[in-house]
């Protein structure tokens, strides 16, 4: 059954991560921010420099403050499909799934990545603290549930060189990995083909004594391949760029909400497709039920805006004077050519109406603000995809 | 009985009262009704045994005094039953006891009491706003996610004629009503009362059955609740056995089955609606509803916690209800001799509460889990009217906690035994040599006989959290219970506890009302 943990002593302030000291060598600019109350790089040097080493070399980020909880147990499975909308039980032993799961009311709490590591057991990794909520969906459910944020360190080595630099560090192991695999490549040493950036990349998770090692082991090895540290403002640009949310920036985990109404369904953030209502009941399975029938309330969509200028924060107008949303995320896709956005747009638009919309983008030029007013086309598939993120095994670069 | 794979419209679990009044209305109806019963006999709360031969005598609950007048005339209920209003004699250590009988308040020996008039306009006065409450026990719940829409507004009529008819009362009454209502009793009956037998009944009324003291908030509205149907005691003969019995008649007169000694191991469900039931003896039978007399707790875990969102499923595992409530019947050796008290008066309702503060006190100590010095009793014995030769205590002892620190043994029973005949004897000092048996239930005793949870007679502690549209829990207060063609029947749904009638009543009409059954 359930056991409570022992309680760890209190840190007071931003808690180094097991990889600190070798971050904090490369921190040029000692840029740093909080990230689920660890220290966290913001920037190394240049975040140009990062972004483009994610596109064209290897990248490696320290993920560790990621929260990590391990539900294992003779319902464990039951209890996953319990707090997920989608079935686990169609995910295989060894194969990792991305999930979101809702309240009673069907709106989204948080988003994450489940591995699957046995029949009985999963690492859920996920951006908010779940530890308590995963105790309320386990309750009358026989599963242990471990907080591992601190017990497991993690890297995410992304980049299309991503390969070459495991192989030279002697996990060429890797190569029959297909994208969402994971294993224990070595004793001690989980790895996953997953990632932020919709590149070639990996995810590797290790105990914190062995972060230094793990750390040189792939530093050394990648300096052939360009090897670069990467901080959150080049991850963020990635992963807008490949369509992956980021919960509190696209959408509000309703947990963290207090005023009503501010809580979205999977169908409203564009993931209605993962919501399976055959697998039997999971949590706000009947109201999710009833918004699909009822339609979604608001659609989360990508953007293609002309001009250059990053639409952040814009009202979205249609036809030019009424607001129907805003903009969540933006910026100018080096690699897509093309000035990106999400934005949450009340329904029809983006949904049934999808012309006529323009975002209303304020710019700080020497002193003054001007306004521009710019077409924005709603666009179905993600701005940047490459076939090599996906190729196995995959190539040397 | 119907065999293997029988079809039923509805399978209701657990034949108590409420059971019976929802077997009762859904038959009226025409629907094919099975009602299962775990125990050997029907009525749950409310049974009679024999404690000697011929000797008839209520096992738990021993008196009626909210059995709805709706309930009685839908069910036809009133040429089944036969009741006498009671008396109420607060008793006294200096036999200078005081009788409470309607409007008339005096003392035992007839002469004026000097706080009668202050006491019945306080009882008075709370009894009026339990009739403007009264109507909310025989409706659903109001919708709270119904919104503004038309429908919705239909489901707030009640609530809104409850404001008009505050608002009628004139503006005095009405902040009046808003004052009091979520305060304490203690402090309203001391505000226009000595302490004193008076004080001591309105504290004990307020709060039989009840994790709760006089002090504690609320409990001005649990004695609203307890008035609700104008609050008159009353004795049924035979023992409550026999207003279940009516019941059970009704229910079998509208054409449903009863089985005593089979208990429902789950629910069972399929694409999220319910198919039927599977008993303990792994029989299963088909139905298109189920519902359940049972506990919130224990009726979702008939369904299994994974049919419950988890946010339902934490707000019904931390529903209140710490049992506080044991009973406690006594065999007599000879006819009972109170001194101070005529035959008539020792044939009422005999309280032992002297005062509010002494009601307080044992519930301080109750809430900590010790056994209280002094319990507070609500005695009756009903062999004194039926005029023969062998007599029979029935006493309610109350502040006698679930959780007792050491747990309940056989030790632990007679230390609740001899503090009941200890209390008794300090207003009837010749009750220690006319005991010949005793048959004490402790709150556990009464939760394994009647699976009531934590042996809470209302099955949830009737506290203004746990009312209305939070009764059992927010968002499930409408009788469905998650699982379409799961319904909540019994004192865990609203109104609530007490031998009313109106929760079984209210769900059976919630659930033909839903159209699960078409």
């Known amino acids: 059954m359930m056991k409570a943990q022992t309680p760890r002593s209190v840190t007071r302030t931003l808690a180094p991560t097991p990889f600190h000291d070798r971050l904090a060598e490369l921190n040029f600019l000692n840029s740093w921010r909080g990230w689920n109350g660890f220290l966290s790089a913001e920037v190394f040097e240049c975040s140009e420099k990062e972004y483009f080493a994610i596109r064209n070399q290897a990248t490696l980020m320290d993920i560790s403050p990621m929260c990590k909880y391990r539900i294992c147990g003779p319902d464990a499975t039951r209890i996953v499909n319990r707090l997920i909308v989608r079935d686990i039980r169609k995910v295989k032993v060894g194969r990792v799934a991305y999930a979101m799961w809702c309240d009673e009311e069907g709106m989204t709490i948080d988003d994450g990545t489940i591995f699957r590591l046995g029949e009985d057991e999963y690492l859920l990794l996920c951006a908010k603290h779940m530890y308590l909520w995963l105790h309320e969906c386990a309750w009358g459910f026989d599963a242990a549930i471990t907080d591992e944020t601190e017990a497991l360190c993690a890297l995410s080595l992304q980049g299309p060189t991503a390969f070459s630099v495991l ?12 994208p ?60 807008l760029e490949t369509g992956f949310l980021a919960p509190g920036v696209d959408f509000q985990p309703v947990h963290l909400a207090l005023r009503r109404g501010r809580g979205r369904t999977p169908f409203e953030l564009g993931f209605g497709r993962l919501v399976d209502f055959d697998k039997g009941h999971f949590n706000g399975r009947r109201a999710l039920l009833e918004h699909k029938a009822r339609g979604p309330r608001y659609h989360l969509v990508r953007l293609d805006i002309e001009g250059k200028e990053p639409a952040a924060n814009a009202y979205v107008y249609h036809n030019g004077s009424k607001v129907v949303g805003h903009v969540t995320s933006a910026a100018w896709s080096p690699t897509a050519k093309r ?43 993600p701005f940047y995809r490459n076939a090599r993120a996906r190729q196995t095994p995959p190539n040397a670069f | 009985m119907a065999g293997e794979g029988s079809k039923f419209d509805v399978v209701i679990i657990g034949a108590g ?76 250590d200096d036999a200078r006891h005081v009788e409470i009988d309607g409007e008339t308040i005096r003392f035992a020996d007839g002469s004026a009491h000097p706080d009668g008039e202050a006491y019945k306009e306080i009882r008075n006065r709370i009894k009026k706003f339990a009739g403007l409450l009264a109507p909310l026990a025989l409706r659903s719940p109001p919708d709270p996610g119904g919104g503004l829409s038309l429908a919705g507004a239909g489901e707030a009529m009640p609530l809104a004629a409850l404001a008009l008819k505050l608002r009628l009362m004139g503006k005095k009454d009405m902040r009046d009503f808003l004052r009091i209502v979520l305060s304490n009793i203690y402090d309203l009956a001391l505000d226009d009362l000595p302490d004193g037998p008076l004080a001591g009944n309105l504290a004990a009324d307020a709060v039989w059955g009840a994790w709760a003291g ?87 875990m008939l369904a299994g916690a994974e049919h419950f969102d988890v946010e339902a499923v934490r707000r019904i595992r931390n529903v209140r209800s710490k049992g506080m409530t044991a ?15 005529s035959k008539e008066q020792m044939a009422g309702r005999l309280i032992a509460a002297p005062t509010a503060i002494y009601v307080e006190r044992a519930f301080t100590q109750a809430k900590y889990g010790e056994m209280p010095a002094a319990p507070i009793i609500e005695a009756v014995i009903p062999t004194l009217a039926d005029g023969g030769d062998r007599h029979a205590v029935s006493a309610i002892v109350h502040y006698i906690p679930r959780n007792l620190k050491g747990g309940w043994d056989d030790a632990a029973r007679a230390r609740l035994t001899g503090l009941t005949i200890d209390t008794l004897a300090r ?22 006989e009647t699976a009531a949870p934590g042996g809470h007679w209302h099955h949830a502690e009737l506290s203004i959290d746990q009312l209305l549209t939070v009764r059992p829990v927010n968002q499930l207060s409408r009788y469905a219970f998650a699982v ?34 078409a």
């Open chain 1, 167 to 178: 192989k030279a560090a002697g996990l060429e192991g890797a190569a029959s990995m297909k």
């Open chain 1, 180 to 239: 969402f695999d994971t294993r224990e490549i070595e004793p001690g040493l989980r790895i996953s083909r997953t990632g932020y950036t919709g590149d070639l990349g990996y995810e590797l998770f290790t105990a914190p004594e062995n972060a230094h090692s793990l750390w040189d082991r792939l530093w050394s090895a990648g300096r052939q391949w360009g090897i670069c540290p990467t901080g959150m403002e080049a991850l963020n640009l990635a992963r």
């Open chain 1, 339 to 381: 000035n990106i956005a999400f934005a949450e747009l009340e329904a029809p638009y983006g949904g049934a109406v999808r012309d006529g919309l323009f975002a209303e983008i304020f710019i700080y030029k020497e002193g003054a603000w001007l306004k521009r007013n710019k077409k924005a086309k709603v666009v179905d598939e």
């Open chain 2, 17 to 92: 009262h409420n059971g019976l009044a929802a077997a009762a209305t859904l038959g009226k109806k025409g629907k094919r009704v099975l009602v299962l019963e775990r125990s050997g006999a029907i009525g749950g709360l409310a049974t009679s045994y024999e404690i000697s031969d011929g000797l008839p005598i209520s096992r738990h609950a021993h008196l009626a005094y909210n059995l709805n007048p709706t309930v009685i005339a839908e069910l036809g209920l009133s040429g089944k039953l036969s009741m006498r209003p009671l008396a109420t004699i607060m008793l006294s």
């Open chain 2, 214 to 300: 006089p002090r504690s908030p609320g409990t001005v509205f649990s004695l609203m609740y307890r008035y609700g149907c104008g609050g008159a005691p009353l004795l049924p003969q035979g023992g409550m056995g026999a207003v279940a019995g009516a019941f059970a008649a009704a229910a079998r007169q509208a054409g449903a089955e009863i089985r005593t000694g089979v208990s429902a191991r789950r629910v069972l469900i399929a694409n999220d609606a319910v198919t039927g039931i599977e008993t303990d003896k792994g029989e299963k039978i088909s139905a298109g509803a189920v519902m359940s007399s049972a506990g919130a707790v224990q009726s979702m």
């Open chain 2, 327 to 341: 009973k406690v019947n006594i065999l007599l050796k000879r006819a009972p001799d109170i001194p101070g008290l």
């Open chain 2, 427 to 448: 207003y009837w000092p010749d009750l220690r040599d006319n005991v010949e048996r005793v048959d004490a239930f402790s709150p556990a005793d009464i939760e394994n």
């Open chain 2, 484 to 517: 379409r063609g799961f319904y909540l029947c019994g004192a865990s749904a609203h109104p609530g506890g007490d031998v009313s009638g109106a929760a079984g009543r209210n769900s059976a009409l919630q659930l033909l009302n839903d159209g699960v059954l």
